[in-house]
């Protein structure tokens, strides 16, 4: 019971944060192409908003998911390599918003807040929107590229846990994950659908 709870939270934190970023582009655009300095500048502050809302909170949520379920299931988090390569993933997207969206954004809703004034939008403005939305795109990419890693838990590489399962917990996993994830870690022949 335990794993599947952990495993919603997860997931609802995954539809937060990927949702959010892909919508809050998609809008943002959409207010920028109006040219409207107030309909732009409520956009701007939407975009910050909702980055504290839903994409801070979706990443707690998968982090406390994510982390929570490997405890469940007896997994090292750092010894598994589709586990590894999901959270790199997630880290090298979580560097781009860190190091460069999110700066840009807050210097754009200053900017969005003046103009929303003054009605003239400047020539920094479109540069920083245009400089969001590349980076943007790109920090995207590795985010979708970890859902796939971690719905296909690809095994060209053998993965080993650095210890044992854990044995007594494993009749809170559900059994086709169990079965899938023992044959992805090589800890026996079959091989299950995975989950």
Not at 58 to 83: E, Q, T
Not at 97 to 109: E, G, N, S, V
Not at 133 to 162: F, H, Q, R, S
Not at 167 to 190: F, Y
């Amino acid at each position: 019971m335990l794993y599947a709870v952990l495993k919603a939270v997860h997931l609802f934190g995954v539809v937060l944060l990927v949702g959010n970023v892909i919508v809050t582009l998609a809008w943002k655009l959409g207010a920028d192409r109006t040219g409207q300095p107030s309909v732009i500048a409520f956009g701007q502050r939407l975009v910050t908003l909702t980055d504290w809302w839903f994409t801070l909170g979706g990443v707690v949520l998968i982090l406390i998911g994510g982390f929570g379920m490997a405890w469940v299931a007896g997994l090292d988090p750092f010894g598994v390599h589709w586990l590894v390569w999901g959270q790199i993933l997630f880290g090298i997207s979580g560097l781009l918003w860190a190091l460069i969206l999110i700066p840009t954004q807050i210097r754009q809703a200053r900017q969005a807040s003046r103009f929303e004034a003054t009605g003239e939008i400047p020539a920094e403005y479109w540069r920083g929107a245009r400089r969001w939305t590349g980076w943007g795109i790109l920090a995207i990419v590795p985010l979708l590229a970890a859902i796939w890693i971690m719905t296909a838990k690809p095994t060209a590489v053998p993965a080993e846990p650095a210890g044992r399962l854990n044995r007594d917990k494993q009749e809170q996993i559900p059994h086709a994950w169990t079965v899938s994830t023992k044959a992805q870690l090589g800890l026996n022949s079959t091989r299950g659908a995975t989950v």
